[in-house]
């Protein structure tokens, strides 16, 4: 199995696939949570925020193992998904800016 099967894996089963859900708009903002830091993510568009994804897609490789912890994630149903109030929005958001 290679490293990034094995972190795939460990992802998964660990439910470090967050979903974090906004209500009442419906808003959806997704987090892969890693070992020593966490990366946000639209598998819908296939972005992810890490550095491999970015250097990854400049030498034409498609994905990274977050998005695909994501995909197998949604296809297992072993997403954890967080409910917060819309109040919670822009609090949620400047604490992603602030991490990159």
Same mark, same amino acid.
């Given at each position: 199995?290679?490293?990034?099967?094995?972190?795939?894996? %460990? $992802? =998964?089963?660990?439910?470090?696939?967050?979903? /974090?859900?906004?209500? #009442?708009?419906?808003? *959806? $903002?997704?987090?892969? =949570? !890693?070992? %020593? &830091?966490? /990366?946000?993510?639209? #598998? &819908?568009?296939? =972005?992810?925020?890490? #550095?491999?994804?970015?250097?990854?897609? @400049?030498? !034409?490789?498609?994905?990274?193992? /977050? @998005? &695909? +912890?994501?995909? @197998?994630?949604? *296809?297992?149903?072993? $997403?954890?998904?967080?409910?917060? +109030?819309? &109040?919670?929005?822009?609090?949620?958001?400047? !604490? $992603?800016?602030?991490? @990159?």
């Amino acid at each position: 199995m290679s490293d990034d099967s094995q972190r795939i894996e %460990s $992802i =998964v089963s660990e439910k470090r696939v967050k979903l /974090h859900f906004f209500k #009442p708009s419906q808003r *959806k $903002i997704w987090t892969v =949570v !890693g070992k %020593s &830091e966490e /990366h946000w993510l639209d #598998p &819908e568009a296939e =972005v992810c925020s890490c #550095p491999s994804y970015y250097f990854g897609r @400049l030498s !034409g490789k498609s994905t990274c193992y /977050h @998005l &695909e +912890s994501a995909y @197998l994630a949604k *296809k297992e149903n072993k $997403i954890e998904t967080i409910i917060f +109030s819309d &109040e919670e929005y822009d609090d949620f958001i400047s !604490g $992603i800016i602030s991490d @990159l």
